[in-house]
């Protein structure tokens, strides 16, 4: 397991930028496959992207492929989430999470998660 800490929620306008961060530490931090994932009220928790351990290989989810682009520093210890054109439907809790095994899409591969940092987007 790997520990995780976001950073960088906030309240944005419609069509503006934000960047979030997921700080991973633990013994495992720089073989760790790392997701991002996000839940609003009354949602089930969603998908929204992921990188390999090397940082070579990427996924995103279908709501936010082209506006949203993840990436890793080359310590491999921080995982950005650069969301662009942001919408008020991408208002939740978006998660960092270290994934365990199997499907990338699916929270339940995933057994180590953050806090979550909040980010709304209204005018």
């Known amino acids: 397991q790997v520990q995780l800490e976001e950073s960088g929620g906030d309240l944005v306008q419609p069509g503006g930028s934000l960047r979030l961060s997921c700080l991973v530490s633990?013994?495992?931090?720089?073989?760790?496959?790392i997701g991002w994932f996000r839940q609003s009220p009354g949602k089930a928790r969603e998908f929204v992207a992921a990188?390999?351990?090397?940082?070579?290989?990427?996924l995103y989810g279908d709501s936010v492929k082209g506006r949203f682009s993840i990436s890793r520093d080359n310590a491999k210890t921080t995982v950005s989430l650069q969301m662009n054109n942001l919408k008020p439907d991408d208002t939740a809790v978006y998660y960092c999470a270290g994934r365990l095994r199997g499907d990338y899409y699916a929270a339940s591969s995933y057994d180590s998660w953050g806090q979550g940092t909040q980010v709304t987007v209204s005018s």
């Open positions: 633990g013994r495992a931090a720089t073989r760790t496959d």
């Open positions: 990188i390999s351990w090397i940082g070579d290989g990427t």
